[in-house]
């Protein structure tokens, strides 16, 4: 299915969008590129395959859950203006 310039004039007057003269000629050729490449798609035999209902459902490699970083709290918790029980204390913001 190729676009016409009047096509692309619909197109464009629905979307809202401005094309200027100089425009048109590659605005066209890109939509027509696009569909074109649609067109490709729908031409592969997809009929052995399932569809996914979300991409998530392929099993991901994840690695080991482990501790790779040492504990710094007391080293920057040294530096913090007031600190109690290891937590660090703010002014109060809210009345």
């Given at each position: 299915m190729?676009l016409?310039?009047?096509?692309v ?8 969008l401005g094309l ?8 066209i ?9 649609v067109?490709q798609?729908?031409?592969v035999?997809?009929s052995g ?9 392929a099993s ?7 501790v790779t970083?040492?504990?710094q709290?007391?080293a920057y918790q ?15 913001v809210?009345e």
């Amino acid at each position: 299915m190729a676009l016409e310039r009047c096509d692309v004039e619909k197109i464009a007057h629905l979307a809202r969008l401005g094309l200027n003269e100089a425009d048109m000629p590659r605005t066209i050729e890109a939509l027509n590129s696009i569909l074109g490449l649609v067109d490709q798609m729908q031409a592969v035999d997809t009929s052995g395959i399932e569809p996914l209902a979300h991409p998530l459902e392929a099993s991901q490699r994840l690695r080991a859950d482990q501790v790779t970083e040492r504990n710094q709290r007391d080293a920057y918790q040294a530096i913090a203006p007031a600190v109690e029980n290891g937590l660090y204390l703010v002014p109060k913001v809210i009345e």
